[in-house]
């Protein structure tokens, strides 16, 4: 997928390339992935001069400690927020373009232990949007007409949909208005939510989107990057370039028998299957036999067993009784599992 996005960006001879935080998935990533990263950056330096905020995911000192070493490969990268004048805004006057980059903020550098004591939730959330507020003012005032303006960041903004497989702990409560954004934007580069999308505004504002499929909640997104033209003084067009390296996330749901009917449209993908069967010992590896790729193997559970159930009358009953009237309360028919039961209760007995 990395190679897909590099081979785009040469083909379509672009003039720059900014990328939008969550470099990585945790802040303490293996050497392996800084090494898929980092390799992948260099590439698409090679077609155009690279700008990166840190996102949320990301450790910003870490970003910053090798920022050195990429603005060598013609790779700029921003970890923590910035004054215009030390790095918060580039000029490639070549261009004719400003851009402002505004990393991920998290709460906790905007909202203190004070105000999480004295003050509600809402004037916690208050505060970090006038914050951002004043930062994005401070990045932006400096901004020429006569030159394409953009943002990057990483942030939340009122009126974005998530995919459902964000952590949610970093995309509620804490969130910023699109008007933040001035309307003389030539365009607005956010990262954080993983579904491409537009988000209404004066000015021009997306979210890319994560460039894989990273949850089963994401099945049906149509992963992309996008290529964006921009003049002075105009809102810049952008066209979604739809991605189709990297393996796709597929659920397929139903019967054992449906299941496996649909086996063969479903080669390198990552499969969850959810079954509507009796639960039985064994079901899931044999759907892991059929398919090798299966990441998760779930029941749908029938509404009955939703329901809280009277227990057994266990006075005067056998355990194997009581165990196979619990499986049958369950929705479970499996012989074999009550002849391990009974086998199970019978070693016990005997030591």
Request: charge should be negative; hydrophobic fraction near 45%.
């Amino acid at each position: 997928m990395l190679g897909e996005i590099a081979t785009i960006a040469a083909d379509r001879g672009v003039d720059l390339i900014v990328v939008a935080g969550d470099l990585f998935d945790v802040a303490a990533p293996s050497p392996e992935a800084e090494q898929v990263v980092f390799r992948a950056l260099l590439d698409l330096a090679e077609a155009a001069p690279v700008l990166v905020v840190a996102g949320n995911h990301d450790n910003p000192r870490r970003l910053e400690a090798v920022a050195p070493l990429l603005e060598l490969g013609r790779v700029t990268v921003v970890g923590a927020a910035r004054r215009p004048d030390d790095g918060g805004m580039v000029r490639l006057g070549g261009l004719g373009v400003q851009i402002a980059l505004l990393p991920w903020q998290s709460q906790r550098g905007i909202v203190t232990a004070a105000d999480l004591f004295d003050r509600d939730a809402a004037d916690q959330a208050i505060s970090y949007e006038m914050r951002m507020r004043k930062l994005i003012g401070a990045l932006t005032e400096g901004m020429s007409p006569d030159t394409v303006n953009v943002v990057v960041s990483h942030a939340m903004v009122h009126g974005a949909k998530d995919s459902g497989s964000e952590r949610h702990a970093h995309i509620f409560g804490y969130a910023i208005p699109a008007l933040a954004f001035p309307s003389s934007l030539s365009y607005v580069a956010l990262g954080h939510l993983h579904r491409p999308q537009q988000v209404p505004a004066p000015a021009p504002v997306w979210y890319s989107g994560s460039p894989l499929q990273l949850d089963f909640g994401e099945v049906d997104d149509i992963k992309s990057v996008n290529f964006v033209t921009a003049e002075p003084g105009l809102p810049a067009r952008v066209e979604p370039v739809p991605l189709t390296a990297g393996r796709r996330l597929v659920r397929l749901s139903g019967t054992v028998d449906d299941v496996l009917a649909e086996a063969g449209r479903v080669e390198d993908a990552w499969v969850k299957v959810e079954l509507d069967e009796p639960a039985r010992s064994g079901l899931a590896d044999e759907i892991r036999s059929a398919l090798p790729d299966v990441v998760d193997v779930t029941l749908v559970k029938p509404a009955a067993a939703e329901r809280p159930v009277q227990g057994p009358q266990r006075l005067g009953r056998s355990p194997r009784e009581l165990f196979s009237e619990y499986l049958i309360q369950r929705g479970v028919v499996d012989a074999g599992l009550e002849a391990m039961f009974g086998d199970l209760l019978e070693e016990a007995h005997e030591t």
